[in-house]
Each structure stands twice: as C-alpha cells, then as structure tokens.
C-alpha cells in the first residue's frame, strides 16, 4: 500500500516568522512583534519580561520577517514549481483585527489573504490555514490581560466568522491555534500571558488554555455552520515521551509528562476533559469556571482531524545528573541513543512513527504532519550556472529518515494521515532564538541574523530533492 494519491504534500510558514510588513495597511501591532532577538527574548516569551512597543535600541526579526508580504507571488510560484499540493500559512489577527476588538475588520488585511489564496489556487494549491500561531493583538493583552479574559473568546469568534465568510470556496483546510500546548511553555507567545509578581501562573495558564480551548470549539462549530466542506483540526507540538530508565517513577513521571500535553487534544478531540486534568485542577487548586454551556459546545465540537508538528522525541527521568536535552522549549532529559542538530534538537525519526501510532491508537481520526524539519546553518556557494546554491545533503538527510517514518506508520501500521508540510519551505525567523541563521528551506533567503541581507531567494538541493519526492508520491526518496 502506498500513499493515497491526494497526499498533500506541502510545505508551513507562519505570518509571524515571514511576513514583515508589521505596520503595513493598517495592521495592529502584536505580541510577535515585540519579541526581540538577543538575552531577553526567553524572559519576553515566558511572559517574565515585557515591552510594549519594537524600541529601545533592540532588534525585533518578525518586524520585517523574510518580507513575505511584498514577495508572496515569487515565493508562492517557486513552492508550485516543487509541486506543492498545500502550503500552510497563517493569518495575522491583528491585519484583520487591528485591536482585536474592533467592530469592522480592515479590508486592506482582509484582500492581503484573499490575494495570497488565489495566488496559491492559481497553481493548483490548496491553502491551510493556521488561524492562531503564536499571535495576539497588543491592545487585548494591554486591555484585557491576553488569553486569560474571557473576552477573548467572543472576540475570536468575530475573527473566525469574518474568515470563514470571507475566504468562503478558497480555504477549507483550518487549524485553531498553532501548538496549542505551548501555551505552558511560552505563554506570552502562546496566549499573551504576562505575569505580575506573586500571580498564580498556573491558574492563569490553565485558565488561558480552557478560553482557547473552547475558542477553538466554537471555531469548529461556526466553520461547518459557514461551509460544510470545512475541516477544522487542532495542532500539537507532539512528540513521544520516553522513560529514561524502566524505573517505575521514571515511567510515572514520562507518563505525566505526556498528559499534560495530551491533555489538550484529548478536549479538542474528544470533546471534554479526561478525569485526570479535572483531578489535577483540583490538586492544584484552580478555579477555571467551566460552564454548562462551554461543556456542551466542547461535547458537541470535536476537531475533524489532529495535526502536530514533529521535532523529536521526549525522554524524562526523576534521577539527577543526567545531561538535559533542548527541543522546541520542552525541558528533557538527553536521550544517549540519538544525535542532535547544531541547536541541540534530538533527531529521532522512529520516533515520528511512535508518536503518529500512538496518536493514532487514542484517537482514530486522521492525522496531518504541519511541521517537521531540521534547523541547520548554511553556506551559499556559486552554483557554477551564474547563481547561488546550498548543498544541504544533511537536510535531505533528516527529511528523507522522517518520510521513511511516516510511510511505515501509513503504509504498516494503518495510520490515517492526511498530508505533510515541512516547517520553514521557504527560510523564515526561528520561533525560539529569533534568528536567520537557523534555517529549514527548500529556498534560502539572504538575509542575515542581524536583519542585513539582500532577501533575494535562491533553491538549495533540497529543492530539487523534494520536488521529486512530490513527484513520485513519495516513492523516491534517493
Ligand atoms: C514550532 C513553531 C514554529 C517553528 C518551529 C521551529 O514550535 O510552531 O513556529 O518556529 O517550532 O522552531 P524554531 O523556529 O525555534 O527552530
């Protein structure tokens, strides 16, 4: 059994990390833009630290991103040239809904993707959409303190209902909110969360997540209401967890640990909150107000499928002294079995089948790989025809192991998958260092961690490598 032949194969972006054009057309300022490259960022995305507005002699890299905004049509035909069959991207509130909470969106935000969604169904692509990643509107997080205001969820509503009327017959593919378990890890980039001293993070993180979670409901229920032909899936920064050691606390812990993820999913996907996250608001003593009327639109909304970006697998322990491991902000333990990328992301591709099964086996809806790729400096040489080239065998590398896995999870184990869009198609700003240099294209964009660069776009190795993977649905790997 092969790949179905609608696979959709692709590539991701998000408005926040390519875009640029921060103050174009009368988009409102976000909390992705106040995140600044350097020694406080980690602090500003923890919501520890806070600016208010891009200034103070720092460099912010989401202010101009790869300048997507004014290079779409170039970059939108080089994806159709590799044979694109989806590209997912993501809107920014704050184009449509300046402040978040205003009474009419802006038109010029509101053409900007209605233009980037023909551009890609002029080559026969189909756009999918992250409606939330990583974005918040400044003024809902000055006036309403971000995700954990209630409000939020009436204003979302007004977004995604303006979305889906709008973008009615050229978007049907939809994802809620980007890595919606990231929430806490980076609540300021995943919510707009920012901490006051001696403030119950918990309950403020937990109390965001519930706000998106039935935001997230609600988008579901108004997508199929809209548009029948409308599929809506949730998205988890997933990765398995292992034990570090078959010590009984060990897998206690890894078990947890993978809880406090699944968590999300089994709402989003099942529609109510598994007894182990109601007992554990209890221990915690957390008051989130759940309503009789957010547990029926839970109950009544589950996604139509499950996406999950897919870095690396997780390993955890309880015993001390053994070396941490780095990877997409989820503290762990270093796993001595697999090899790291120059970031210190451990590299597992088997682990992708793992964790597609085990996503599987819990939920029985189809499954969507939304991220996957490795983060690597490159060189641009001469590539003797009068331009320039990267030669990313290591990427291929990476890549061609993670399809390996995913096809025995799909063509072996039976697992439902829809598609897969590697991160970063086109080089993009990194979501946790903020820099340039920590690239994942197909196409290089020259432009440096410091903002200097040309912005030209040129295709690496991996270009042609991937439009042949494309090509053959996935048969040739070489
Ligand atoms: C995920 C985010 C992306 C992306 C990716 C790679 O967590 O959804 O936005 O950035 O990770 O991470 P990084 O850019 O930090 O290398």
């Given at each position: 059994m092969a790949l179905n032949k609608d696979f959709l194969w692709g590539g991701a972006t998000a408005a926040n990390q390519c875009e640029g054009a921060y103050n174009k057309d009368g988009r409102g300022l976000a909390?992705?833009?106040?995140?600044?490259?350097?020694?406080r960022r980690a602090a500003v995305m923890r919501g520890k630290d806070f600016i208010e507005k891009p200034e103070g002699g720092l460099y912010y890299?989401?202010?101009?991103?790869?300048?997507f905004y004014n290079h779409y049509k170039e970059d939108i035909k080089l994806f159709s040239e590799m044979g694109f069959k989806t590209f997912r991207l993501s809107i920014a509130w704050t184009r449509i809904y300046p402040n978040g909470d205003d009474s009419k969106p802006n038109e010029n935000g509101l053409k900007f993707y209605e233009d980037v969604f023909k551009e890609c169904h002029k080559y026969g692509i189909e756009p999918l959409v992250t409606i939330t990643h990583f974005d918040c509107p400044m003024h809902l997080i000055k006036e309403y303190g971000g995700w954990k205001n209630r409000k939020l969820i009436e204003f979302y509503k007004n977004l995604v209902t303006t979305l889906f009327t709008r973008y009615k017959g050229l978007v049907k593919y939809w994802l809620t909110?980007?890595?919606?378990?990231?929430i806490l890890h980076l609540p300021f980039l995943g919510a707009g969360l920012v901490f006051d001293n001696g403030e119950n993070e918990n309950e403020a993180k937990y109390l965001s997540a519930h706000h998106e979670l039935v935001a997230s409901a609600w988008a579901t229920k108004i997508a199929h209401k809209i548009d029948s032909q409308n599929k809506v899936g949730c998205m988890l920064a997933a990765g398995e967890f292992y034990h570090f050691s078959p010590l009984p606390e060990d897998v206690w812990e890894a078990k947890s640990r993978e809880r406090e993820n699944l968590m999300f999913i089994d709402v989003q996907a099942r529609g109510y909150y598994p007894n182990y996250a109601i007992k554990q608001f209890e221990h915690m003593g957390l008051n989130l107000n759940i309503t009789e009327e957010d547990k029926k639109i839970l109950k009544e909304n589950p996604v139509d499928f499950i996406s999950l970006s897919y870095y690396t697998s997780r390993c955890i322990t309880t015993q001390e002294g053994v070396g941490e491991a780095i990877g997409n902000a989820f503290e762990g333990t270093k796993n001595p079995y697999l090899k790291s990328s120059e970031w210190g992301w451990q590299i597992d591709p088997l682990g992708l089948r793992i964790t597609l099964n085990s996503l599987y086996d819990r939920y029985q809806k189809p499954l969507f790989i939304v991220e996957n790729g490795l983060g690597a400096k490159d060189e641009l040489i001469d590539?003797?025809?009068g331009s320039f080239t990267v030669n990313d065998d290591y990427r291929i590398s990476y890549l061609r192991d993670h399809i390996k896995a995913f096809k025995q999870a799909v063509e072996e184990d039976g697992v439902e998958l829809m598609g897969y869009t590697p991160w970063g198609c086109i080089d993009l700003v990194s979501a946790s260092s903020g820099e340039m240099s920590k690239r994942y294209g197909f196409i290089y964009v020259d432009r440096e961690d410091d903002g200097s660069g040309s912005l030209k776009r040129y295709k690496k190795k991996s270009f042609d490598w991937y439009k042949k993977v494309i090509e053959t649905n996935g048969e040739d790997l070489d």
């Open positions: 909390n992705v833009d106040v995140i600044p490259h350097g020694s890299p989401a202010l101009e991103g790869i300048d909110f980007n890595e919606i378990n990231m590539d003797g025809r």
